[in-house]
């Protein structure tokens, strides 16, 4: 079946300009996770969503970034302002329920590759 | 001190050899240890998923978790090109998957 689809799969922008990264999930998974991976890091975490809602948006890096889910579906990480250090790669993961084992996992998108110059 | 830390690599090895991947950690409390593997422009993949301390095989992966030293390793034998990838270790206190705190990754080789 379909995997986890993000889009773009890569994005040049301007310091200072808006963007807007979409996540489509696996169909029925119900925990949605935004990370940040960046050369020689590991992938920060950003955001989860159980369903539409978003109860821990600590992880997001300033009030430039804010994501939203709707439909318990398709996600959106939106970066305003951008600035040249929030050039990474930004991956999105499903999985069937907040619980993880090792059948019920996450399943990580191909990611966006943004670049700010 | 970060963590969870890995060799970030590369490490090359010839085709066959046996390959050992590590991760440490620092907090005492983890209990659920993933390993991931991530091919260039690729999302990470799920490899191998252990509770607490011991060992887990899976065909030619072995995963080891020894507590006591917070330290983790993933072991492949007989090692493939295909196997070339960066290799990500996670773990966390429970099994909320927001709570998993990812290492850096260790980027592999395996030459033919």
């Known amino acids: 079946g379909a995997g986890v689809s993000q889009s773009p799969s890569n994005k040049v922008t301007e310091k200072g300009k808006d963007v807007e990264l979409r996540c489509d999930p696996i169909?029925?998974?119900?925990?949605l996770y935004w990370y940040r991976q960046s050369l020689g890091q590991g992938l920060e975490f950003l955001i989860y969503?159980?369903?539409?809602?978003?109860?821990?948006k600590s992880g997001l890096p300033s009030d430039r970034f804010s994501a939203e889910r709707t439909g318990g579906s398709v996600s959106t990480l939106t970066i305003q302002r951008t600035q040249q250090e929030d050039s990474a790669v930004y991956l999105c993961?499903?999985?069937?329920?907040?619980?993880?084992?090792?059948?019920?996992?996450?399943?990580f998108g191909p990611g966006t590759r943004l670049t700010v110059l | 001190q970060k963590e969870v830390e890995q060799d970030p690599g590369p490490l090359s090895v010839p085709e066959g050899a046996i390959v050992s991947l590590n991760c440490t950690y620092s907090?005492?409390?983890?209990?659920?240890f993933m390993w991931y593997r991530q091919y260039s422009r690729k999302g990470p993949e799920l490899l191998m998923y252990?509770?607490?301390?011991g060992n887990k095989e899976d065909g030619r992966f072995t995963a080891q978790v020894d507590k006591s030293s917070k330290y983790i390793s993933l072991f492949i034998r007989d090692s493939q090109p295909s196997d070339s990838a960066t290799y990500l270790c996670?773990?966390?206190?429970?099994?909320?998957?927001?709570?998993?705190?990812f290492g850096p990754g260790t980027r592999l080789s395996v030459l033919p």
């Open positions: 907090n005492s409390a983890f209990q659920y």
């Open positions: 993961a499903s999985s069937l329920s907040l619980y993880l084992t090792a059948t019920d996992t996450q399943y």
């Open positions: 996670a773990m966390s206190q429970g099994n909320y998957g927001q709570n998993f705190v």
């Open positions: 252990t509770y607490s301390s």
């Open positions: 969503f159980q369903g539409n809602s978003a109860p821990d």
């Open positions: 169909s029925g998974h119900t925990a």
